[in-house]
Each structure stands twice: as structure tokens, then as C-alpha cells.
């Protein structure tokens, strides 16, 4: 069974920053795209950016320049250093694959992962 294992999260003070990391484990012969997704209370989970495994990448325009997405596609694991934080960047934020080949299956399905919080407050 294919997992996403994100760490990294906490409490941070506005400006500050933190590194997520998302390690994917299994019998995974590929992965199309790695990235992060987050959801705050009340409201819908939204993109935050992705990173195909040639290097193209996707932000949405409220991280655009503060987040940097990058991944290391030999352990399967994708980062996003989150620069610069705001109160609105609190949320739960989300490990994303999508086309994952995986030895022995049928297809190239998406997983997630569980979600890891993060805060930013005074």
C-alpha cells in the first residue's frame, strides 16, 4: 500500500518560516506530480502548488514567491519552504500524488496523505 508521510508543521510567528517535507513509501516505480494541497476551516481545499517529475510547477497566486515547492524524485519525497507567513496561510495542509505507478497495480492512481497543521499567529 502506497503512503504519504508529511512532517514539518507547527506554530510559527507571522513572517516566519517553516519547511513541510512528504515522504512516499511503496512499491513506486514513478510518480507524475507531488505537491501540496491546504484547507482552512469553513472552506474548500485549494491548490497550493505542485511540481511535475521534469521540474514544472503550478502556485497559486497568494504563495507566489514566498513558497518554493522542490523534490527529490530518487526517495519519492517532495518539500514546500513556506517564507514570509501570514495568518491566512493557517491551515491544514496536504501531501499530494497524483499518477503514481506502482509495481504490481492496475493504473496510476492519486493518494494524500493525512495532513499536517500549520499555524501562524502571534
Known amino acids: 500500500q502506497v503512503q504519504l508521510v508529511e512532517s514539518g508543521g507547527g506554530l510559527v510567528q507571522p513572517g516566519g518560516s517553516l519547511r513541510l517535507s512528504c515522504a512516499a513509501s511503496?512499491?513506486?516505480?514513478?510518480?507524475?506530480?507531488m505537491g501540496w494541497y491546504r484547507q482552512a476551516p469553513g472552506k474548500q481545499r485549494e491548490l497550493v502548488g505542485a511540481m511535475t517529475s521534469v521540474g514544472s510547477t503550478n502556485y497559486a497566486d497568494s504563495v507566489k514567491g514566498r513558497f518554493t515547492i522542490s523534490r527529490d524524485n530518487a526517495k519519492n519525497t517532495v518539500y514546500l519552504q513556506m517564507n514570509s507567513l501570514k495568518p491566512e496561510d493557517t491551515a491544514v495542509y496536504y501531501c499530494n500524488a497524483d499518477g503514481v505507478v506502482v509495481r504490481g497495480y492496475i493504473g496510476s492512481p492519486q493518494f494524500w496523505g493525512q495532513g499536517t497543521q500549520v499555524t501562524v499567529s502571534s
Open positions: 511503496g512499491t513506486i516505480i514513478s510518480i507524475n506530480t
